[in-house]
Every structure is written in structure tokens, then in C-alpha cells.
């Protein structure tokens, strides 16, 4: 009995789209260590390093979905990473005009991002299940995101919060990203 070439194709593809995935989740994961670690180091003690480090990150998801699209090969819709370069790109910049007023406006545009981008990984976490499967731990990342976001929107005036609490958020993100990485090296023998 012959292999099917289309089939072969398609698991290919599926394996190829599946390896590029896992090396740039591993990169997200570096990143947000990385930024977990410079937030915790500056929030308290340099505000004007901490406000980079805000505007920092949503600019990192836009190289990082940049990143995401020339890694998924698939027929996958990449629409929802699209939407996703533009609400990031309008974060960027919403989060440095609202540092000018304060930290708490900025926390706002943050927590809206948070949302935003958490329904976007969310469908595309369940988009990709059907393909590549080992999506749960992006799956429950957006929906998480969501929430996180929705606190953060509500909190950023609460004087006890600051740009240190993103933190949190951040370190989630990393902590899904490894284990979707790890998933994505099991589901699809890599």
C-alpha cells in the first residue's frame, strides 16, 4: 500500500509549520523572562525605564506575530494575526501618549490590549488545534489574557498597582508559551 502524497504533504507541512512554531514560542518565552525580569528590577526605582519597558512589549508582539505568520505555512486564516499586528502597533503608540498622563492611563490601554489580544490567541489557538493540535496551553493563555486584562483595566488606579504588577501577566504568558512548545514537540513527532 502507497502512501498518499497528499496526506505526506499536508503532515509535513503540519511537522515543518509545527518545529517553527515551537522555536518562536521558545523565543516569546526568553523575551518575557527577560522583560519579567528588567520590570522587577526597574518599576521602583527608574519610572522612565519601566515606561520603555511598557512601551517595549506590545512592540515585541508585533515583531513576535510577524514572527508567528512567516512560521505557519498552513492555509490556517492568518487574519486573526493581522488584527492582532494592528491592535499591537495602536498599543504601542496608545501606551506612550498615555504615559504622558500617567501610569494608571497607560495601565488602561494595557489592560484593553490584554483583552484584545487575548480573544485573537484564543481563536487562534482553537484554529490551530484542528491542524497541529497542542494548542490548550495557547487556548487557555488567551482566555486568561482576557481576564488579566479586565483586572488590569479595573486596577490601574489603585495606587498599591504599577507597571511592576505586569509582571504577572508577563510571566503567565511565558509560562504558556514553554508549555505550548513543549505540547507542539509531542502531538507532532518532532
Keep these: 500500500m502507497t502512501a498518499n502524497p497528499i496526506t505526506s504533504a499536508v503532515n509535513s507541512q503540519a511537522v515543518e ?13 526568553a523575551f518575557s523572562v ?3 525580569i528588567l520590570i522587577a528590577l526597574f518599576a521602583k526605582v527608574s519610572l522612565l525605564t519601566a515606561s520603555i519597558l511598557l512601551i517595549i512589549y506590545p512592540a515585541w508582539d508585533i515583531i513576535g506575530t510577524f514572527l508567528d505568520i512567516r512560521a505557519n505555512s498552513s492555509n490556517i486564516s492568518k487574519t ?3 488584527v492582532n499586528i ?10 506612550f501618549i498615555a504615559l504622558q498622563k500617567g501610569v494608571p492611563e497607560a495601565l488602561m490601554v494595557f489592560g484593553v490590549w490584554a483583552i484584545g489580544t487575548g480573544l485573537i490567541q484564543l481563536i487562534l489557538g482553537l ?12 487556548i487557555i493563555s488567551g482566555g486568561q489574557s482576557v481576564i488579566a486584562g479586565i483586572f488590569i483595566f479595573i486596577s490601574a488606579n489603585d495606587p498599591t498597582k504599577g507597571i511592576a504588577s505586569l509582571a504577572g501577566y508577563s510571566a503567565f504568558g511565558a ?9 507542539l514537540s509531542k502531538s507532532v513527532k518532532l
Excluded: E
Aim: hydrophobic share 50%.
Design 17 to 29: 509549520t509545527a518545529k517553527s512554531l515551537r522555536q518562536l514560542y521558545f523565543i516569546r518565552v
Design 34 to 36: 527577560v522583560w519579567v
Design 80 to 82: 486573526p494575526q493581522y
Design 86 to 95: 494592528v491592535i499591537s502597533s495602536i498599543t504601542t503608540i496608545a501606551v
Design 127 to 138: 484554529n490551530r488545534k484542528k491542524l497541529l493540535g497542542g494548542q490548550w496551553p495557547m
Design 175 to 183: 509560562f504558556y508559551y514553554l508549555l505550548a512548545a513543549i505540547r
